[in-house]
């Protein structure tokens, strides 16, 4: 589903992603783990196209396309789905307004007919139910005066309402109290966990491993993947360090 | 007749002086009178805008407890100037809203001469400045409170969005206080767009052009959150939202 091969990406000139390889398929979640500055945001931005970073050499896959070709929204319409470590504020522009804009953009792409208003709402509704937050926080600014953990919930139910095949997941769960990371992990199963879609998640923490099982864990160190095992890789982290297992 | 005016004039530090010495000294003797009873509420909203040369001049005198609303869009091709003096008696309201939108080499500019001298009068402008290729944008604010004009409550802001190099905004707050009691307060902020907030926006599927309106909207609906006709707010909206979508 995703497929990065030998990927070298610098910001300011400077190498950052230094020959990193993955592939998601179908159906699996991954776990990226790793040292701070290894990479791991580069990684999720480069992917997300923000503007600034640079890849100067391999590739990313995404469904048979050149990921890297497309522009940002081309990415999200594809059905390419970043999740924010640090989500944006937006004064002045309401979520419902922002969200059914930027869906009725993804289903026009697509050539889907737009969903109304009341279709819409229903939509959101749900989403929010799911991952407990107040719709009237939807009908607020998007992501202004929100808590971290607030805005953490409204990358995911963003995520809900557009209804990805492929999530990158920066850092979801952290700013997260113990009970909104169960929230959140089980939004992401519900949302994500599919025979047809793929997950990406990046994380310092076995926590949210425990709610979201990834069939791989990696080890991003110094821009590659260093290492790979199941979901004992991440435990094993959380036990002894990244110096000892890198080591072994 | 009043002389044509130079940019040595403080009031027209920053205006197109080839345009007004085109509309002729005659233009400048042109002032628009309006008064308010006491009690009275009037609100007016105007879309200052066509491809000649304008200048508006409005004298606005507000009796005791009366309310006084302009809301206006300067969006010419040509130079633009809409100029309103107010006087305020006893516990009356001046209100602005203004918003300059506009590319090309055109200036636009609102200025405002706001007397406050009786008790308890109150004023608050809200400004709003979005310009592109060379154009420029202005807002000239005076405050006069004189020494009657206790418990005065003057507030000013402006803020201005500049898209492209090239184009340029000045803002001229100008405050004369000779009573004791008095709040006052103003700010100026002149600033690109937020790259992070449309890359955000981009992310979730919007496409450029779309974001960069969603945003803009937002940034002048600012001056126009104090106009309680929803519908009318609108009407101006769009009228500067119009010239954004023109813009080549």
Known sequence: ?248 | MTALPTTRDEGWRYADIDAVAKLGADALDHWKEVSLAAGESQRHCMVVGSDAPELHRIRLSVGKGARAELFVVVTGSDYCRVEVETDLAEGAHFELGGVTIGGGHAVREIVTRTTHDAPEATSNQVVRAVHWGEATGNFLGAINVGRLGQRTDAAQDFKALVLEKGASANAKPELEIFADDVKCAHGAAIGQMDEMARYYMASRGLAPDVAKRLLIRAFIADALAALEDEEEAERLLEAALEVLEKRT
């Open chain 1, 1 to 248: 589903m995703l497929k990065i091969e030998n990927l070298h990406a610098e910001i300011d000139g400077k190498e950052i992603l230094k020959g990193l390889s993955l592939e998601v398929n179908a159906g699996e979640v991954h776990a990226i783990m790793g040292p701070n500055g290894a990479g791991k945001s580069t990684l999720a931005y480069v992917l997300g196209g923000r503007p600034g970073y640079e890849v100067t050499q391999g590739s990313a896959t995404f469904m048979g396309q050149d990921l890297l070709a497309m522009e940002p929204h081309e990415r999200a319409a594809a059905g390419f789905f970043l999740g924010f470590q640090y989500p944006v504020e937006i004064p002045g522009v309401s979520n419902v307004q922002f969200l059914r804009e930027a869906l009725n953009s993804q289903r026009k792409s697509r050539g889907q007919e737009p969903l109304s208003g009341g279709e819409f709402l229903k939509l959101a509704k749900e989403k929010a139910g799911l991952l407990r937050l107040d719709m009237e926080m939807l009908k607020r600014p998007v992501n202004v005066g929100f808590s971290g953990g607030e805005k953490k919930r409204n990358e995911m139910v963003q995520m809900g309402i557009l209804d990805p095949s492929f999530a990158v997941l920066d850092e979801t769960d952290s700013g997260l109290d113990i009970d909104a990371l169960k929230v959140v992990g089980e939004g992401i199963n519900a949302i994500m966990r599919s025979q047809n879609k793929g997950v990406l998640l990046i994380t310092h923490y076995q926590r949210l491993l425990d709610y979201v099982q990834p069939d791989k864990v990696h080890i991003l160190a110094a821009g590659r993947i260093v290492k790979t095992g199941g979901p004992d890789l991440a435990r094993q982290l959380e036990d002894e360090g990244y110096d000892e297992v890198m080591a072994a």
